[in-house]
């Protein structure tokens, strides 16, 4: 009788640990099943229910550890993924998904660790290679990033990520040729986003492609129409092809939202002084330093609308301002001796052309109006010197005035 009762019991115990695996499996299935439907914190809960019966798992770990990381809960999915690696689970999948918490947790040589032993089991795993890319740019090692970008573009073709970051790594190293490619790639095989076009025409500012920026930065524009720095981009690109009116019109924006700005303030002072409106242009160089008064290009700006309005004395002050807070400013040395040429200072203009020149060699115009300030002071020999050397470089007002003042 015993017996039969002992028997009963193991049988009835028997069935019940094999129903325990059972009941974990469904608790996982319930979890992906969550997990697919972005259903993270319900998904923790199903993962764990079956951990709690099962916790030599790895797999529970290691999908636990996905919805933790989803969450930004790197260090608790960290955790898990170790679980997952000490009860013997080391997949490339798990190696890949620690990789991703421990690069945004700063355990950047961690990271390459992982990385460099996913690749080893799986060499054709492009999100592996797309991973260490992006945690060799984190480093600064944009070639490496770069390299890695190119086998996972490789291995996956469709992958807009790579090729976007792939573009940021290039763009670092100035290649930004490079970077338009990768974009143009991106934007032709999908509905091309707001985001894209403010990149790339970025990338188009920087090699001087103001045409192709502008068309992309006005596609950006709706989306970004309070973003100051595209508006400011937008209002340089128009500057440098001479369209005034839209110039001003972005600066204007640009300064609706960010009227504290003396770079804006400055550029669009810059715009004024190209269309003839001196006063106005003073009006707005001298906000900017009232604003920043450690603003060279403002002092510089405004010392050259003063110069223009033929205001030759009042100029001279700000471009003193402007060399003494930047020492290298070739052009603000050349329009102050310009001024003080106009104001037959002679000798002190030529020793600002020969500051310029020593900024600038190749400045024909400073060799131009040397030569001329030369002459002035009967020093003929020194001038047709530099009447020649101006000619040589292309200037061509230089011909005349050697055939005036340079024929004995």
């Known amino acids: 009788m015993l017996l039969a009762a002992a028997v009963i019991i193991l049988t009835a115990l028997l069935g019940h640990f094999r129903i325990i695996p059972q009941i974990a499996q469904q608790h996982f299935s319930n979890g992906i099943a ?31 550890g996905i ?20 009860l013997g689970l080391q997949s490339p999948q798990l190696l890949l998904h620690r990789a991703i918490a421990m690069r945004q947790q700063g355990k950047i040589n961690e990271a390459l660790t992982d990385l460099d032993a996913a690749i080893a089991q799986c060499d054709s795993c492009a999100q592996a290679y797309y991973q260490r890319g992006l945690t060799h740019a984190t480093l600064g090692n944009f070639q490496e990033a770069i390299a890695d970008y190119n086998k996972s573009i490789a291995l996956d073709t469709t992958n ?32 091309p986003t707001p985001e894209q076009h403010r990149q790339r025409g970025w990338f188009k500012f920087q090699i001087g492609d ?76 001298s906000s900017a330093i009232a ?43 050349f329009n102050r001796g310009v001024a003080h040429a106009a104001l037959s200072n002679h000798a002190k203009a030529i020793a600002d052309y020969n500051h310029t020149l020593r900024l600038d060699p190749q400045n024909a115009a400073a060799y131009y109006a040397r030569g001329l300030a030369h002459i002035a002071l009967s020093n003929h020999a020194d001038g047709c010197t530099d009447l020649k050397k101006a000619l040589q470089l292309g200037y061509p007002d230089a011909a005349q005035m050697l055939t005036i003042y340079c024929q004995n």
């Open 67 to 86: 919805s933790l990381a989803t969450l930004g809960q790197q260090e608790m999915a960290i955790a898990d993924y170790n679980r997952a690696a000490n």
């Open 160 to 191: 807009a990520s790579a090729l976007a970051n792939r573009a940021q790594s290039l763009a670092a190293l100035n290649d930004f040729k490079g970077a338009i490619a990768d974009y143009d790639r991106i934007m032709t095989n999908s509905q």
């Open 291 to 333: 604003l920043n008064a450690q603003y060279s290009n403002a002092f510089f700006g405004r010392g050259l609308a003063k110069a223009l309005a033929d205001d030759q004395q009042a100029a001279i002050p700000d471009f003193d301002r402007a060399i003494a807070l930047d020492a290298t400013m070739a052009a603000a040395y």
């Open 34 to 64: 969550q997990q697919q439907t972005g259903e993270h914190q319900q998904a923790i809960l199903a993962f764990t229910k079956a951990i709690d019966l099962r916790e030599k798992c790895p797999q529970f770990y290691l999908q636990r």
């Open 210 to 285: 103001y045409a192709g920026a502008i068309t992309d930065l006005e596609q950006a524009l709706p989306k970004f129409n309070t973003d100051t720095e595209l508006l400011q981009m937008l209002g340089s690109a128009n500057s440098n092809l001479n369209q005034h009116a839209a110039a001003l019109s972005a600066y204007d924006a640009a300064l609706q939202l960010e009227p504290n700005s003396a770079k804006l303030h400055s550029e669009r002072g810059g715009v004024l002084l190209r269309l003839g409106r001196l006063s106005d242009a003073q009006t707005a160089f």
